[in-house]
């Protein structure tokens, strides 16, 4: 059962140089009380993807084709009144800076009613009530009091919470969460990732998970896509993608993962992704490829599927076991 669905996804900016596309037929789903994470580098299309979904876009980003099915609708075709009733009612962001999000001018307290009569329509105690429930919900100590406190006299990790506050607030189906911790310690971090799984099995929120950190993925996805330039270029379970990954990006992604136990130098990913000026032919990766081949240099791989549910888009696959999907 899918709560929404991206489907062939395409993207692209008006730039100086004329129009260039971001994203190209990006697909993935998210269920109810599950965990998709969005895997990659910077500047790899991962945003911009959440961002779609609540139709948060720069002015030179269009959408050139694709749906976007939520309860039977298609949210890129949603008449702006109807799509304002599902931003932070029904999909909510947590963005990736606690530090900046949150006005330091008015009280946390003023900021999470100010969310909660405009989505929900409740006034006065009501709305104070609510307000206080979803601190604790957090689990913000002494809650009541904490409505009084101004953003600069929380910790970082107390703003994350108060922003997550604010997207349950609602009652949001769907949670995006935009590297939710990139900002906090690693202590704070484990606590947050902690929070949204209780709150993903409590509540059956459906969480995209945006971030670059595979170790963060491992403990707490349930389904995995990794995206390269625009493309997402395997997806599969958790359990299934950790066992056999595929993709030879993902391979060095998870090479370039940090481990206190390796005694040996950390790998790193040769060059940067391209940028979307940059015009490259066949496989995206190839430039940056330990396995390229000629083939990979003019044509772009189709999608392999190579385990349970798993797919990759290499021609490092193309061969009888694997069926082109
Ligand atoms: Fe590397 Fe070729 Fe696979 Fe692309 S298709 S990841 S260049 S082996």
Known sequence: MTVLEVKNLNLGFECECGFRQALYDVSFSLEPGKMHALVGE?????????????????????????EILYDSNDILKLPVK????LRG?????????????????YTIGDQLLEVIKIHQG????????????????????????????????????????????????????????????????????????????DIQKNTGTAILLITHDLALVSENADYVSV?????????????????????????ALLKSM?????????STITGQPPSIQQFINGCKFHPRCENC?????????????????????????????????
Do not use: W
């Not at 029904?90 to 606690?98: E, T, V, Y």
């Not at 003019?298 to 694997?322: A, M, Q, W």
């Open 293 to 325: 081949m000629d083939i990979c240099k003019n044509i772009v791989p189709p999608v392999y599927y190579v385990g349970e549910n798993h797919f990759s888009s290499c021609f490092l696959n193309k061969d009888d076991r694997c069926n082109e999907g």
């Open 82 to 85: 109807k799509l304002q009733k």
């Open 122 to 197: 409740l006034q006065g105690k009501e709305a104070f009530n609510k307000a206080v429930e979803a601190l604790e919900l957090v689990r913000i100590p002494c809650a009541k009091e904490r409505m009084k406190a101004y953003p600069h006299e929380f910790s970082g990790g107390m703003k994350q919470r108060a922003i997550i506050a604010m997207a349950l607030a609602c009652n949001a189906e769907i949670l995006i969460a935009d590297e939710p911790t990139t900002a906090l310690d690693v202590t704070i971090q484990a606590q947050i990732m902690n929070l949204l799984k």
């Open 227 to 251: 995206m390269y330039a625009g493309h997402i270029v395997e997806n599969a379970p958790a359990d299934e993608f950790f066992q056999n990954p595929n993709h030879p990006y993902t391979l």
């Open 89 to 105: 009612a029904k999909i909510a962001l947590i963005p990736q800076d606690p530090m900046t999000s949150l006005n330091p001018l």
């Open 258 to 266: 940090p481990s206190v136990r390796r005694n040996e130098k950390l």
């Open 42 to 66: 910077s500047g790899c299309g991962k945003t911009i993807s959440a961002m779609s979904i609540l139709r948060l876009l720069p002015k030179t980003a269009y959408i050139t084709s694709g």
